[in-house]
């Protein structure tokens, strides 16, 4: 008889509870698999916005101000050799949206010579980087855009501005970047932009931020200081912030939906915990004379404690499998993307399934199983033989 | 006769360990409903507010909202001809208000300044205070000739920097300073999470010479649909909306925010209600004596039934109670004030969460009806027993 077999009748000694707990644990495993991976897929957005080293500066007042096109050149005259900043591009929002469209894309006009510099990251090989610097329309763009619209490389398209003035320009995609992380961004060339202000008056040389790649995390802190004490008490007094933290201003705002998903995933793990712990303590109560037995026989007492952790843990684990695997086969055929898509909220494409957040729900579910058995299986250890024989349940 | 309540009662905390894991399973479900439905209810009663059917919008065509949109002063003026307009009574000046849309980026006090968030600043004339009426003035309004801005209640109370006395940098260069002199409430309504700041004096800090949108309103008897088909029209040919319908096309993400809390939310339903049978199943198996007692005794199978499904709504409700204070605990705790972001505004629409008693109760029948569903099965094998072999159990 091995431990195995006791566990197994154990556990379908009674299946209805086993069933019930099993299901009861179920859903809000579920739940935990698409939340944690969602949380997984911010930290891993995070970490890749710290690895790239980027400073971003904006208007003080507002980011919707505009800064003169001119401050670049002052900004690179703070480190002439280079050694602190790589590369300052100019970004001007444009807002493009395609006619009849509800996704919002995060659409930038960006410097063309520094662009590839500071969003390495994007992946652009040689041959597209040679084109974006040829091809005056050039735009490189994210997956997001791609799938919803069909786009392939080398396609014409038509953005609509929806800033002032109003422009309604035509661009040739030269790069779809697979970066993940980067799915719902729409670059293109700021002199082409320019010429395109010009043409019907209106004000150019304008910039929204500025992105500049530093060479270390020192860097950022002390071009941060450096460019803010430059700019204060002019008209284009800025405020330099790293783009951990730019990029945290616009999930706040968007309901933080993170901080949704965090909550969530902890509230499910206090509920879960709580229904193994019921559903152990039943099962403990029912067999008290069993468990004495067993120690009258001669298993040892940790035999026992095992026995009974043992059984919570295979109870936990059994309940879990049965919610994060319907809930990954969802996630992988319905991924956050089509959400994204739905409401025109992009931060949502983040949901997708992702290996280390199944791992980690199931270490959770283990934990909780070992938790909730904790409390029976001590007291089957601490069991005086001689009473729990006679006890009736 | 049917079995009384303090039996039940006492039947519950037999199994104390059991019990009070059953109820923190429920009061946990219970809190997060509470949390939900007062979130819920927060937002579409802001919205609600701005839902005044005889305020017509008008913005550029093809604009998708306020901030990116802009009328030329002629093509305003054309707004003039409108059929419809209501006209003030004393003056015979048409309602019809021309506002400015910029923003200034303040700092949440909710998490101490650490994100700040797009606030709204709106550039008014006088007329606006007759066109938006549920717009209330708590003290004094801008000055028409020193830089001056009344700030929103909720606005006030969420971001930084917006006391009566304090000075708000904002203009095109953010070299402007605007003090603030008063607040005003907008009955929870959307506007109460702007800045407003006379008109001329905003447009000549941000050197523009067109206004973002014009609100107008409908006289008595006016028809908002043959207005909004005028606007559009070849004489004016700017777009149009009732307030409502233009905040109803706003609520993208909260659209989203809800309908991933509402799928949580019924994981959580279903996880409670087999933790109650659960619950319930045990305690049936360890009375089967007793239940084969009270029918000997005359109790029918109706009664039994009855009795299970009264001790597992004890339950709930216990559980329910519970659940509703920790999440009034919570709010008063950890702070009730939330604000959203608008993908088209870019600007935060902000609202604090209240608890009314409607949303308790709602919460408490919700998870009655758990109650009742989780113990359906449990109290029917109860009332179903055989008494003769039950009685015999051990």
Request: hydrophobic share 50%.
């Amino acid at each position: 008889m091995t431990l195995t077999y006791v566990l197994m009748q154990n556990l379908k000694r009674n299946p209805l509870r086993t069933a019930l707990t099993a299901i009861a644990f179920a859903f809000p495993m579920a739940v935990f698999v698409a939340a944690i991976a969602f949380v997984v897929a911010m930290v891993r957005l995070s970490q890749a916005n710290a690895q790239e080293l980027r400073l971003v500066v904006r208007h003080k007042a507002t980011l919707t101000n505009y800064l003169p096109e001119g401050n670049r050149r002052k900004i690179e005259a703070l480190d002439p050799d280079r050694t602190r900043l790589k590369a300052i591009c100019g970004m001007r929002w444009f807002g493009g949206r395609v006619p009849d469209s509800k996704i919002a894309l995060t659409n930038l006009a960006v410097d063309p010579d520094t662009f590839p510099i500071v969003y390495s990251d994007l992946a652009m090989t040689e041959d597209e980087t040679a084109l974006w610097h040829r091809e005056r329309r050039a735009a490189v763009i994210g997956s997001l855009p791609a799938s919803a619209y069909g786009w392939k490389v080398g396609d014409r398209v038509t953005l609509n501005s929806t800033v002032p003035p109003y422009l309604s320009l035509e661009f040739q995609i030269v790069c779809i970047s697979p970066n993940p992380v980067r799915a719902n961004f729409f670059f293109f060339r700021r002199d082409y932009l320019d010429e395109s202000l010009v043409q019907i008056n209106a004000p150019s040389g304008r910039v929204n931020t500025f992105w500049i790649k530093c060479t270390s995390v020192e860097a950022i802190r002390s071009l941060q200081q450096q460019i803010d004490a430059m700019f204060a008490n002019s008209p284009d007094e800025t405020k330099s912030e790293d783009e951990n933290a730019f990029v945290a201003g616009f999930i706040q705002a968007t309901g933080d939906i993170p901080a949704l998903m965090q909550a969530m995933a902890i509230v499910v793990v206090f509920i879960v915990a709580l229904i193994a712990g019921n559903a152990m303590m039943m099962s403990f109560r029912e067999r008290v004379r069993e468990l004495a037995v067993f120690k009258a026989i001669g298993f040892p007492s940790l035999r026992v404690f095992f026995i009974v952790i043992t059984e919570s843990l295979m109870l936990a684990l059994f309940g879990a499998m049965l919610g994060v695997v319907p809930a990954s086969v969802l996630l992988l055929i319905f991924p956050g993307q089509e959400l994204a898509k739905l409401f025109g909220v992009p931060i949502i494409n983040q949901l997708r399934l992702s290996w280390p957040a199944v791992v980690g729900a199931l270490a959770i579910a283990a934990f909780v199983g070992l938790v909730a058995g904790f409390w029976p299986a001590w007291q089957a250890l601490r069991l005086k033989t001689v009473d729990a024989i006679r006890h009736v349940a | 006769m049917s079995l009384p309540l303090s039996y039940h009662l006492r039947c519950l905390f037999v199994r104390k360990t059991s019990t009070i894991l059953t109820i923190l399973v429920v009061a946990a479900v219970v809190a997060v409903l509470a949390w939900m439905t007062a979130f819920a209810q927060a937002v579409k009663s802001s919205l609600a507010v701005a839902g005044d059917e005889r305020k017509i919008i008008v913005l550029r065509q093809g604009a998708t909202a306020e901030s990116n949109s802009v009328i030329p002063v002629d093509e305003f003026n054309k707004l003039r001809q409108l059929t419809h307009l209501a006209t003030d009574a004393s003056t015979g000046e048409a309602l019809l208000s021309p506002e400015l849309m910029v923003q200034v980026a303040l700092p949440r006090l909710r998490d101490a300044g650490r994100t700040t968030a797009n606030v709204a600043v709106r550039g008014v004339t006088e007329k606006a205070f007759q066109v938006h009426p549920k717009i209330k003035l708590l003290g004094s309004s801008f000055s028409k000739g020193q830089p001056e801005v009344i700030a929103g209640l909720a606005a006030a109370k969420q971001f930084a920097g917006l006391n009566v006395g304090d000075t708000l940098h904002m203009g095109y260069g953010g070299d402007r300073g605007y003090r603030v002199a008063g607040h005003f409430s907008a009955q929870g309504g959307p506007m109460e999470s702007e800045i407003w700041a006379y008109l001329p004096s905003l447009m000549s800090s941000y050197a523009r010479t067109m206004y973002s949108s014009a609100y107008l309103r409908l006289r008595e008897g006016g028809d908002a649909a043959a207005t909004i088909e005028q606007i559009r029209g070849p004489a004016i040919q700017l777009s149009a909306a009732t307030e409502a319908q233009y905040w109803k096309e706003q609520s993208g993400t909260f659209q989203l925010y809800l309908l991933l809390a509402y799928i949580f939310l019924a994981a959580m339903c279903v996880a409670a209600i087999f933790a109650i049978a659960n619950t319930m199943f045990s305690f049936v198996a360890g009375r089967t004596r007793e239940i084969a007692m009270l029918r000997t005794i005359g109790f029918g199978r109706g009664k039994i039934l009855a009795g299970f499904m009264t001790e597992s709504v004890l339950l709930s409700l216990m559980g329910g109670v519970i659940g509703s204070g920790l999440c009034a605990a919570w709010l008063a705790l950890v702070g009730n004030k939330k604000d959203m972001f608008g993908a088209n505004t870019f600007t935060t629409l902000a609202f604090e969460i209240k608890l009314n008693p409607l949303i308790i109760i709602q919460s408490l029948l919700a998870v009655t009806l758990v109650g009742v569903v989780g113990a359906l099965w449990p109290a029917t094998r109860a009332a179903r027993l055989q008494v003769v072999s039950a009685l015999r159990e051990p």
